[in-house]
C-alpha cells in the first residue's frame, strides 16, 4: 500500500471551513483529490461530475499511476465517446473516506499528527456529495449538467439529486438502490469480517506498526468481485477449466482458473487500496437508505424536482438488480419527474455497466446529447 | 407523422393541451413527440423494445423499458391526465386487465384496435377458410404477435362488462371516417377497419 497519495499525480482542493457530517462531527481540514478531463466552457454549462464506485477512484479516463492500468471508464468517458470530453468537462473526485488522495482513514488527523485510521469518523454517502459540493463551489459551477455514476456512484447521484437539485440538469443513477438491502449489507459484512481477522490488522493501527491486512483485504475483494459477477458469466470465461494443468491435485492450490483469477483480483487490489478505507466505505454504503437521510418518501423527495434522469440497469445483476432500480423509477414517476428508464440485457452482472455494452452506450450518449440540446451547449 | 397513421393524427386531436401524457407501447416516440410539439404536453412513454427506447431517449423524451402487461402497476392511480394505447391491445396477454389499468392510471384513456369484424377480414375467412390477412393484419397466424384480436363489438361488450364508460368513438376505414359519441353503431363493426375508443371509469 503506497501511503504517499498525496503525491499522485492529480488536482487537488483544500478546505479549511470544517465539513459538518451526518454523524454530527466535522473533518476539520478537507482535501479532495480529483481529475478532470476536458475544458469548462465559458458559461460554466458543460460540467459533468461522475461518482465512482466502492473500488473505484478519480483516474476514470486517465491511466491509473498506482497500476499503470487505463481509467476504470475509459471506454465510457474521452474524446468522441458517449461522454465526450470534446465537448463536455468532466469531473471525477476520489470519495471522501478514500485512499487516493481524498481525506480518508490513511490522512493525517490535524489534531494529533497522526494518521486517522480508526480515529476517522464513520462518514456517510451524503457526506461524500457534501465534499463533493465543495469542490464545484471552489470551481464556481453553479449548475452541472449531468451527475452520474454507477453502484455506489449511482448511491451518490441520488443523493445529488435529493440534496441539492437546484445545481444540477440531470442524473444519471445506474445499477444501484435507494437503500442497501439486507443481502448487500451480508456481502460487505463478509469483507470487513475478512480485514479485521487478519492479525495484520492490529486493531486497525496497522499504519502505526507497518503492517497492513493484506489477506483479509484480499478476501473481502474475492468475494465482493464473485457479487460483481454472474453465474452466466463465470461459466463464459472459466467453467471448469483448470490453471495450468490437465488434472486436478488432490490438493488446495488453485486448481480452477477461477480461484487462480481470484486470487490475483485479491493481490492485486490491496497494492492500490487500504483496509480501513474499505471498512469505511462499505459502512457508508450499508448506511445508504436516502428515505431515512431525508425524512420523507422516495416520491416526496423528487416531488416537483426539475431534474431530468436516465436509470439504467442490468437483466444480469443480481446484487443492485433491476428491481431495486424499478422501485426508483416508479418512485420518480409517481411524482411527476421526468424519468427515463432502460434495462439493459446482459449477462455479465453488477459490472455490465464498465464493459462492453453498446446499447448501454447507445442509451447514454443519446440521453446527454438530449440533455446537452436543451441546455444549448 | 408517417402518413399511413392516420389514426395517430386522430389520436392527437382527441388530447388536450398541457396534460400529461402516458402513451403504452410508445414505439420510436413519434406519437410522444408530435403531442409534445402540437399540444405541449409533458408525455411518457413505456416501452419494451431496446432499439425503440434509445431512440426515444435520443429523443429527450422521457421513457420507460417496460412492458405494458406487467408494468402498468408501476403508475399511482389517476397519475396521468390520458394514457394512450395505440394499436397494442390485441398483442398483449391479458387486455381485460390493461383495459381496466389504463383507466385506473389515466383520467381517461384513448385505446385503438384494428378491427377483425371488418368486411374484408370476414370475407376472406369465408371465401378461403383461412386465417385472413389484410393491410393491417399483415402476419400469418403462427408469427403474428396480435394473440388477442377482437371486433368493435367485441370490444364494446367488455368495456360494458367491467363498467368502463365509452366517451366517443372514431371508426375508420379505407376512406372514411365517422365519429359517435359514445358507442358506434353495428354497421361500424362491419365497414370500420380501425377503431379509436375514448374511454374513462
Known amino acids: ?377 | 407523422m408517417n402518413k399511413n397513421r392516420t389514426d395517430l393524427e386522430l389520436i392527437t386531436s382527441l388530447v388536450d393541451n398541457n396534460t400529461r401524457i402516458l402513451d403504452v407501447g410508445c414505439g420510436n416516440g413519434e406519437l410522444l413527440q408530435s403531442l409534445k410539439d402540437k399540444k405541449n404536453v409533458k408525455g411518457q412513454g413505456l416501452e419494451l423494445k431496446q432499439e425503440r427506447v434509445n431512440q426515444c431517449v435520443s429523443k429527450g423524451l422521457s421513457v420507460i423499458q417496460g412492458n405494458a402487461d406487467s408494468d402498468l402497476s408501476l403508475y399511482p392511480n389517476q397519475s396521468f391526465d390520458c394514457v394512450i394505447l395505440s394499436q397494442t391491445i390485441q398483442a398483449t396477454n391479458n387486455p381485460r386487465n390493461i383495459l381496466i389499468e389504463l383507466v385506473r392510471i389515466g383520467k381517461k384513456a384513448i385505446v385503438s384496435i384494428p378491427n377483425f369484424g371488418f368486411w374484408k377480414v370476414r370475407v376472406s375467412f369465408t371465401t378461403y377458410g383461412k386465417m385472413p390477412i389484410t393491410k393491417k393484419l399483415s402476419n400469418n397466424w403462427y408469427d403474428t404477435p396480435n394473440i388477442h384480436l377482437c371486433s368493435i363489438l367485441d370490444f364494446v361488450d367488455l368495456c360494458r362488462e367491467i363498467n368502463i364508460k365509452i366517451e366517443k368513438t372514431i371508426v375508420l376505414s379505407s376512406n372514411n371516417i365517422k365519429s359517435y359519441n359514445g358507442s358506434p353503431n353495428n354497421w361500424s363493426n362491419f365497414f370500420g377497419e380501425e377503431a379509436i375508443f375514448l374511454i374513462k371509469n
Request: aromatic share 10%.
Open chain 1, 1 to 377: 500500500m503506497n501511503t504517499d497519495q498525496n503525491k499522485l499525480p492529480c488536482s487537488y482542493f483544500t478546505d479549511t471551513k470544517p465539513l459538518l457530517l451526518e454523524n454530527g462531527t466535522s473533518i476539520d481540514e478537507l482535501t479532495v483529490a480529483y481529475e478532470s478531463y476536458g475544458k469548462l466552457n465559458k458559461n460554466k454549462s458543460n460540467a459533468i461530475i461522475i461518482c465512482h464506485a466502492l473500488s473505484g477512484d478519480q483516474f476514470l479516463a486517465s491511466k491509473n499511476p498506482l497500476t499503470n492500468k487505463n481509467g476504470w471508464w475509459n471506454r465510457m468517458v474521452g474524446s468522441g465517446k458517449p461522454i465526450d470530453t470534446d465537448k463536455y468537462f468532466v469531473i471525477c473526485a476520489n470519495v471522501l473516506g478514500g485512499c487516493l488522495g481524498s481525506t480518508g482513514p490513511t490522512s493525517i488527523n490535524p489534531s494529533t499528527g497522526e494518521e486517522y485510521g480508526l480515529n476517522f469518523p464513520v462518514i456517510t454517502i451524503s457526506d461524500m456529495v457534501n465534499a463533493q459540493m465543495r469542490l464545484i463551489q471552489h470551481l464556481e459551477i453553479d449548475k452541472l449538467l449531468s451527475v452520474i455514476g454507477g453502484s455506489m456512484g449511482g448511491m451518490q447521484v441520488l443523493e445529488w439529486a435529493a440534496s441539492y437539485p437546484s445545481n444540477i440538469l440531470s442524473a444519471i443513477p445506474i445499477a444501484t438502490s435507494s437503500k442497501h438491502t439486507a443481502q448487500n449489507i451480508a456481502f460487505h459484512e463478509l469483507g470487513r469480517q475478512a480485514i479485521m481477522a487478519d492479525p495484520d490488522w492490529n486493531g486497525g493501527n496497522y499504519i502505526k506498526v507497518g503492517s497492513h491486512p493484506t489477506k483479509g483485504l484480499s478476501i473481502a475483494r474475492m468475494t465482493a468481485h464473485v457479487t460483481y459477477l454472474s453465474e452466466a458469466s463465470l461459466t463464459k470465461k472459466f467453467g471448469r477449466r483448470l490453471q495450468d494443468k490437465e488434472e486436478i491435485s488432490f490438493g488446495f492450490d488453485a486448481d480452477f482458473q477461477i480461484e487462480s483469477y481470484l486470487r490475483h483480483q485479491g493481490l492485486t487490489f490491496v497494492d492500490r487500496f487500504d483496509a480501513n478505507s474499505y471498512l469505511y466505505i462499505t459502512r457508508a454504503m450499508d448506511y445508504f437508505d436516502l428515505e431515512k437521510t431525508h425524512k420523507k418518501s422516495l416520491t416526496e423527495i423528487f416531488e416537483k424536482t426539475n431534474i431530468k434522469f436516465l436509470i439504467a440497469s442490468f437483466t444480469g445483476d443480481w446484487l443492485y438488480p433491476p428491481s431495486e432500480n424499478l422501485m426508483i423509477v416508479r418512485a420518480l414517476s409517481a411524482g411527476g419527474a421526468d424519468v427515463s428508464f432502460v434495462n439493459i440485457e446482459s449477462d455479465k452482472g453488477h459490472d455490465a455497466f464498465l464493459l462492453e455494452e453498446p446499447e448501454f452506450d447507445d442509451a447514454m450518449r443519446g440521453f446527454i446529447n438530449s440533455v446537452s440540446i436543451e441546455a444549448k451547449i
